[in-house]
């Protein structure tokens, strides 16, 4: 069972996909999902919509409130996803540059009991870079899970492409072998 994730949105075109995740979390698993959003995930996405998916506030600023607090969301969550993630992004956790809400969070939760869950999505051009990759298998090396990408079709030029957002059966998968109890301790 999935019981309550925090979700972390970027500034991919795949954050148009979300709310189908958070759709499929909360019906088939009742899951309560509480989420951030960077300023260039809101570009695509309004926090309003997701929001109304939710039932719960989205946090978007490192200074919203103290209920936003980075510590607390971690504190409350036994496991960040952000999805999509962005190569910048990916780029900040892993070299630990935390300004904004969801870099800060991420980096905060490599240093915590809690578990980090990235799901990439970029062009394959991006996804192939060598500082990418290496950012990548820094981030794998200090014990981040990563979940696709996956083969897919580009939304810009419509070409098929291993570099889409994990599905949602995907990601779901990966986040109940995160839940399950034989890896709680």
Partial sequence: MIE??????????????????????RKEYRTQIEVMMTKSAQRFLT????????????????????QHNHINFI??????LIAPATASMISKIANGIADDLVSLSACVTVGSTAELVIAPSMNIAMWECTFVQENVAKLRKAGVHFVGPSRGTEIVNFKEATT????????????????????TT
Avoid at 58 to 64: C, E, G, I, Q
Avoid at 75 to 80: D, I, R
Avoid at 169 to 183: G, N
């Fill in 4 to 25: 309550k994730l925090l979700l972390g949105c970027t500034g991919s075109v795949g954050v148009l996909f979300i709310p189908s995740l958070i759709m499929k979390l």
């Fill in 47 to 66: 926090p309003y919509s997701l929001e109304i998916l939710t039932g719960m506030p989205v946090a978007t600023d490192l200074f919203d409130s103290f």
């Fill in 75 to 80: 504190e409350a969550h036994k496991v960040f």
């Fill in 164 to 183: 889409a957002m994990a599905s949602d059966d995907e990601v779901v998968q990966k986040l109940l072998e995160l839940f399950s109890p034989a890896t």
